[in-house]
């Protein structure tokens, strides 16, 4: 079993990054290999609605000038999906929308390819705004007929500064909690 988790922050060790890092390390003590990708701070294109990757139906967008295919192909591959992002104006950054907006179509257009994987929401929130991004990550997961796993609250941490996650106590067990019950969720289905 394998879980490929992207950092949607461009903090590459920021409190998403950190907040992602806690899930892993309780999916790795599972025995699950796990891979995280740090999506944030690279130039990704957003949809053009040119309707190739319906055409084509080769699992690719056909905008190939970054490495949204590349990041398509691992999550094809996956059995588990997480997508961390802090909170940028009330939702998901520009990054994690690219990857949602073209790698959903692409799934669409090729039959449903996220069908029954394990997806799952990290959220970092200086304040507020973590509700409307925890939403749009999980959005994606219902469209594409992901089974969500939960945890004892909502996916998420209040933290501001590099490292303030530390002082999120429930934050960290939330974080920890959502490892453990995707873990056992991931073994259930194999």
């Not at 988790?5 to 461009?10: I, K, Q, V």
């Not at 959220?123 to 939960?150: D, E, L, S």
């Amino acid at each position: 079993m394998k879980v490929v988790a992207f950092n949607g922050s461009p903090r590459k060790n920021g409190n998403t990054f950190a907040s992602l890092k806690i899930v892993l390390s309780k999916l790795e003590q599972e025995g699950i290999e796990t891979e995280l990708i740090q999506l944030g701070g690279k130039r990704l294109s957003g949809c053009k609605a040119c309707g190739g990757c319906i055409r084509n139906k080769d699992k690719r967008c056909t905008i190939t000038d970054d490495d949204m295919n590349t990041f398509i192909a691992k999550m094809i591959e996956a059995d588990g999906i997480i997508i961390g992002s802090p909170v940028y104006f009330g939702n998901v950054t520009p990054e994690v929308k690219a990857l949602i907006d073209r790698s959903g179509f692409v799934s669409s257009a090729n039959g449903g390819l996220f069908k029954r994987k394990v997806g799952a929401a990290v959220v970092a929130a200086r304040r507020a705004g973590a509700n409307f991004t925890y939403a749009a990550i999980n959005f994606f997961f219902g469209i594409n007929q992901m089974i969500v796993p939960n945890s004892s609250y909502w996916n998420m941490t209040l933290s501001r500064d590099i490292g303030d996650l530390e002082k999120d106590e429930e934050g960290k067990r939330t974080f920890a909690t959502l490892g453990e019950n995707m873990a056992w969720l991931l073994k259930k289905m194999a």
